[in-house]
């Protein structure tokens, strides 16, 4: 059984960073691919990045977070990041971190509000 746990949420102002960090413990991290998803208020959840299994793995991104959102992992610490750049107002939601994609472990979630 895997637990997860995120971190880092908050509120910051339009244009600001947050890094998120999400502590997973259990067995065999390193052989789950990696997601974080958000769901914003009166909306659906939705993928925001993806890191797969894979021996050199290149994450992926949505559209509209591409070049500001970063996703890593550490597998010998059992954790994932998600480093947000240059926030807007459309990136307010709880973000989730999840590691074998929709049939695997997600963790409670994190508020991320961007105030402008």
């Known amino acids: 059984q895997v637990q997860l746990m995120e971190s880092g949420g908050g509120v910051v102002r339009v244009g600001g960073s947050l890094k998120l960090a999400c502590q997973a413990s259990?067995?065999?991290?390193?052989?789950?691919?990696a997601h974080w998803y958000r769901q914003a208020t009166g909306k659906g959840r939705e993928l925001v990045a993806y890191l797969p299994v894979a021996r050199d793995p290149e994450p992926m991104y949505a559209d509209d977070v591409k070049g500001r959102f970063t996703l890593s992992r550490d597998n010998a610490k059992n954790m994932l990041f998600l480093q947000m750049n240059d926030l807007s107002l459309n990136d307010s939601a709880i973000y989730y971190c999840n590691i074998g994609s929709t049939g695997g472990y997600w963790g409670q979630g994190t508020q991320v509000t961007v105030s402008s």
């Open positions: 259990g067995d065999n991290f390193a052989q789950y691919s």
